[in-house]
């Protein structure tokens, strides 16, 4: 069901590492080439493109791509009491993390009448991706709007592709999210072609109302599958992005303390998300790597996505690694730079305060990952395929920008005019000299 990765007794570089710790068959750069066209066409073809092509990957061609505002505000009316208060308290406590992100601005004086300020600016206008091929992700509306609505961000634009069931619309507990966000612009647009229209805009085509449809955006994040990933990846630069938010991943540092049932549990809880999820557990006890597998063979057969389930589980983005000890184990984790790593071992939190590279880190046995795909207050917006190595989760920070402001007097230029005249000089540039030079 699971391949196990042997490890012990084995030193290996850094990348003798990479090349043996499990990653997908099909990959982002591999998507990236599939999806370029789909781009193309959106670009070329407008609101004609995108209804054509949810029609191919949604199988159902949707009569408004822009939802109407009264169809939004509407759906909140069926929401089922209990997903309501879930959805209000997750609010609540997303809002409470994010809100206390917001960087301060600073000043510093440099010398005597010489300072430079940092400004943190909002971008204009963002798009927000939530996903809905196989699963659908109100979830994912409050992770992108609250995170955009905390940096002071002033148009918002969800899309989320149609859905068969509900008559072309996205799903109708994700309008109802929006709703209760303050959203209503939202689009029946999914994949790649949504991730295009976001990024070239579709002002030019009407919808079936004549209402126009999307102004580009500057900067587009979300969750979703490895195609959205691939087109954000390919949009990157024209707009900007969060992280290359894909396939889910989960890996689990545990040693022989950790309980095998919650492990496997934790495992089949994001190998559910989609075929291509990863499920990594790293362990130095054979004991443990045993009673989990043991563990995933009876919690497969019981759970309802079973099929994506076994498809996640035994792809080669899946394994046990076995390594000597914890230290190695740790290795290893720093090295896959997980979506989300589980710390299941004595002293948890001292082993996750040395972890390097991960997008969100889960401490000890009363944190699962399923707390932070719904509710402990942070972000499920996490960069995935290794990209937490050099990549944060979805935060404020993601829609701000840092300005810098240069303001200097007579007497402050003139303490260093001489110094950017001998730079100017070096650099063979003397017109930046004679520029300060020409105050004086
Ligand atoms: P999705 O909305 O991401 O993808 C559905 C869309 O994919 C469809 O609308 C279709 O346009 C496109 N598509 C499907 N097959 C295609 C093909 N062969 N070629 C081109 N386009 C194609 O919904 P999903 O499929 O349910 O995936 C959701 C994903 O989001 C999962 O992979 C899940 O693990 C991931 N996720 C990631 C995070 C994160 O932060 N990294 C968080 C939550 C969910």
């Not at 759906?75 to 993390?97: F, W």
Request: hydrophobic share 50%; glycine share 8%.
């Amino acid at each position: 069901m699971i391949s196990r990765i042997d490890l012990r007794g084995r030193t290996l570089s850094r990348r003798e590492l990479l090349d043996e710790l499990p990653r997908a068959e099909l990959d982002v750069e591999h998507a990236a080439a599939a999806v370029a066209p789909i781009l193309e066409q959106v670009r070329a073809h407008g609101a004609a493109a995108l209804r054509d092509l949810s029609e191919r990957f949604d199988g159902v061609r949707p009569v408004h791509v822009r939802v109407p505002a009264d169809v939004v505000a509407a759906a909140v009316g069926s929401l089922d009491p209990d997903v309501r208060a879930a959805l209000d308290e997750t609010i609540v406590r997303v809002r409470r993390v994010h809100a206390a992100q917001v960087p301060a601005d600073l000043t510093v004086d440099v010398a005597p009448g010489a300072q430079v300020r940092q400004r943190w600016l909002p971008v204009r206008r963002v798009g927000l991706y939530v996903p809905g091929g196989l699963a659908v992700y109100p979830s994912s509306v409050v992770m992108n709007v609250v995170a955009a609505q905390e940096a002071g961000v002033g148009s918002l634009a969800v899309v989320s592709p149609p859905q068969k069931d509900n008559g072309g619309l996205p799903d109708p507990v994700v309008l109802a999210t929006c709703a209760l966000l303050g959203v209503d612009e939202v689009y029946a647009v999914g994949g790649a072609q949504a991730v295009a229209m976001l990024a070239y805009g579709a002002a030019g085509s009407e919808d079936v109302d004549g209402a126009t449809l999307c102004e580009p955006v500057d900067v587009i994040t979300g969750p979703g599958n490895v195609y959205v990933a691939a087109a954000k990846r390919l949009v990157r630069g024209f707009v900007g992005i969060d992280s290359e938010a894909g396939p889910t991943e989960i890996a689990v540092l545990a040693d022989g303390t950790a309980d095998a049932v919650h492990v496997a549990a934790d495992l089949v809880s994001q190998a559910e998300h989609d075929p291509l999820a990863a499920a990594v557990l790293v362990t130095p006890s054979v004991e443990l790597a045993d009673a989990v597998e043991a563990a995933l063979v009876d919690r497969v057969d019981a759970t309802a996505n079973r099929d994506r389930v076994l498809t996640a589980l035994a792809g080669t983005q899946s394994a046990i690694v076995l390594v000597d000890d914890l230290e190695a184990g740790l290795a290893v984790v720093n090295g896959y730079g997980a979506e989300h790593l589980e710390i299941q071992t004595v002293d948890a939190g001292v082993w996750a305060d040395r972890v390097t590279s991960a997008g969100a880190i889960f401490v000890g046995p009363w944190s699962p990952v399923s707390l932070g795909d719904y509710m402990a207050g942070s972000n499920h917006v996490l960069p995935t395929g290794g990209c937490a190595h050099f990549a944060s989760g979805l935060g404020v920070h993601s829609f701000l920008r840092a300005v810098q402001v240069v303001e200097y007097d007579r007497d402050a230029l003139a303490q260093v005019a001489d110094r950017v005249v001998a730079l100017a000089d070096a650099e063979g540039l003397p017109a930046h000299g004679e520029a300060v030079r020409a105050r004086f």
